[in-house]
């Protein structure tokens, strides 16, 4: 039987290098960043619903939504400014991940997360009382406003 030793290798050597797929590594750091912040939302909207459960489906859905956007939009901004305040938090957290062999950017987040999951509470019972009052107060002439939007909204 004639073998071939050098076949695989001549192939293999002769090929161009593969460029690593972009939209692999982009549509991850996006599921990455965007991922925690609905997340977060979401757990806000959660304790939201132990709570205080919601009259119908529309409500929960409306408030579900709001807060995780309230969450991804203020979450941010009060990380920054709690950081800003008080770095010595985010020293610390950073210490206790580094003191269980962790990354220290995994740090970060002990303290970033309960900040996000806060940020968007505030809108869950926001919404909720809008909601609320709108149901109560429908024939009063904001009421009256409201309906009209919703019937321009709708056609």
């Given at each position: 039987?004639?073998?071939y ?9 002769h ?6 797929d972009t ?7 996006l ?9 977060a ?6 304790l939201g ?6 009259r119908s489906?529309?409500?929960g859905f409306?408030?579900l ?7 991804s939009i203020?979450?941010p901004m009060?990380?920054v400014?709690i950081?800003s305040a ?12 580094q003191?269980y062999n ?5 740090g970060l ?10 940020a ?10 809008v909601l609320r ?8 002439w904001?009421g009256?406003?409201a ?9």
């Amino acid at each position: 039987m004639n073998t071939y030793q050098n076949c695989g290798e001549n192939f293999h050597a002769h090929q161009e290098p593969r460029m690593p797929d972009t939209t692999t590594a982009v549509s991850g750091a996006l599921v990455k960043y965007f991922g925690l912040h609905v997340s977060a939302g979401a757990l806000a909207a959660a304790l939201g619903f132990l709570v205080l459960w919601p009259r119908s489906i529309q409500e929960g859905f409306a408030r579900l939504f709001i807060t995780i956007v309230a969450s991804s939009i203020f979450g941010p901004m009060l990380v920054v400014h709690i950081h800003s305040a008080r770095p010595e938090l985010f020293e610390s957290a950073q210490a206790v991940a580094q003191m269980y062999n962790l990354d220290p950017a995994l740090g970060l987040l002990f303290v970033a997360s309960p900040l996000l999951v806060i940020a968007g509470l505030p809108a869950w019972w926001l919404i909720g009382a809008v909601l609320r009052f709108f149901e109560r107060d429908g024939d009063s002439w904001l009421g009256s406003l409201a309906q009209w939007l919703k019937r321009k909204l709708e056609s």
